[in-house]
């Protein structure tokens, strides 16, 4: 490539990764240019590599910005396209005039995070109320890697939920700080994963929340803009110290009625046997919660003007888990078939655990026994979980971090 079109091309690149809702598309992965800050320079110079090597590109328009579909002021701006690779000659540039894109098709936005809560293996022994062992720190020794091999070899961004006193152990930071590197977000998963947060005062929810968030920057040099709460629990109370403390998100709502049926069976077993978990149970309210991201009203669980809340995602009308805990247990077929499920909707936000990055002989003996999605081997849970990225990758879904997914979500969903 010649410097003078060299530089002209960098101009349209330019253009792209500056211009209001574009995206750029690295074959089947595409990335939402105006909310991955963090990844524009790299994506840049991957499509100028592409240019390079004379890689004919498609451009598809995209009605990603509202006030552009609507008529705002920006209306005549060009929606948002797509560079999309694939083989053979020049077919980028005959595109674009004085740096526009030329729309060729419309097509619904969609998009997928995927989040991961690294609770190890103490949260399970306090769940199942089990007489305390050696120290267990699989998620971390083992499963992070896994995840990290896992990600990069599928090319996913990803939201880690990091519970603050993990951070005592070097290692833990030390493998986070890799992560980081790598381009996760951090969220904040508390400070203790105190089960029963929601029934705390607001000094002690308030600790839990701003000490963590503290903690993690102090350590990891990034500050969490999102939260999830232990358990999946939440109340009004801790919403609004959410909000007081300056958080983007919060992604802890979980409205489905199946889990929320073998969560109370469980916890009611428990109790008839003489047991006492850590868990707790949330209102029955927030089965009514919406399932797509909305703004918390006052309940949390309706809609109103406080903080986005990106829900854990559930499928259909009965509202299947669409969980790592599920997806694993259902295998790659079965996890296939669910995720078609949510085909057409405009966010998938699909919730694991480090849990599910590790089998049985990683665990205590104890642990095993109680925990039977541990029990699938390993290599059945990848597989189910590489099925889900790909069908939603096949379905036109791009994959963001959950802070990236927050940004959109807060221009486009107002106070309802």
Not at 76 to 87: D, F, I, L, N, T
Not at 341 to 348: C, D, N, T
Request: charged share 25%.
């Amino acid at each position: 490539m010649g410097s003078t079109q060299g530089v002209k091309d960098r101009q349209i690149l330019r253009h792209i990764l500056d211009g209001e809702g574009y995206l750029i598309s690295r074959g089947r992965t595409t990335v939402h240019s105006q909310f991955v800050v963090g990844r524009l320079e790299r994506d840049a110079a991957f499509a100028v590599r592409l240019l390079a090597r004379g890689t004919r590109t498609s451009i598809r328009s995209h009605p990603f910005d509202r006030r552009a579909r609507h008529g705002g002021s920006d209306a005549a701006k060009p929606h948002c396209c797509a560079v999309q690779e694939s083989r053979g000659c020049w077919g980028f540039r005959s595109l674009f005039e004085s740096g526009r894109a030329t729309p060729r098709y419309k097509q619904p936005v969609r998009l997928c995070s995927v989040s991961i809560d690294l609770d190890d293996i103490a949260c399970y022994t306090a769940i199942h109320d089990l007489a305390s062992a050696a120290p267990c720190h699989a998620v971390y020794d083992l499963a992070l890697g896994r995840i990290r091999e896992f990600a990069g070899g599928l090319a996913l961004p990803l939201t880690l939920f990091v519970i603050a006193r993990d951070l005592e152990r070097e290692p833990n930071v030390a493998l986070l700080r890799r992560a980081v590197s790598d381009g996760h977000e951090i969220g904040n998963h508390s400070l203790d994963h105190c089960y029963d947060l929601t029934k705390r005062e607001a000094g002690e929810q308030r600790h839990q929340v701003v000490e963590a968030n503290h903690r993690i920057e102090a350590l990891l040099g990034v500050r969490p803009q999102g939260f999830r709460a232990p358990g999946y629990t939440m109340s009004d109370r801790l919403m609004g110290v959410l909000r007081e403390a300056g958080f983007s998100y919060d992604s802890s709502v979980f409205p489905c009625p199946p889990y929320y049926a073998a969560k109370a069976a469980a916890l009611l077993s428990m109790k008839l046997r003489g047991r006492v978990s850590k868990s707790v149970l949330d209102s029955p309210d927030v089965l009514r919660a919406p399932i797509t991201p909305y703004r918390a009203g006052d309940p949390y669980w309706t809609r109103g003007g406080s903080l986005l809340e990106l829900p854990i995602q559930v499928v259909g009308p009965l509202r299947l888990p669409f969980i790592g805990t599920s997806l694993t247990v259902l295998g790659p077929s079965g996890a296939r078939l669910l995720t078609h499920g949510l085909v057409g909707l405009p966010f998938v936000n699909l919730e694991l655990h480090g849990i599910d990055f590790l089998e049985a002989d990683d665990v205590p003996k104890a642990v095993r026994a109680v925990q039977p999605d541990v029990r699938v081997p390993l290599e059945r849970k990848l597989s189910a979980l590489s099925a889900v990225v790909e069908t939603l990758r096949s379905n036109g879904y791009a994959f963001q971090r959950l802070d990236e997914a927050a940004a959109m979500f807060a221009r486009s969903v107002g106070e309802q």
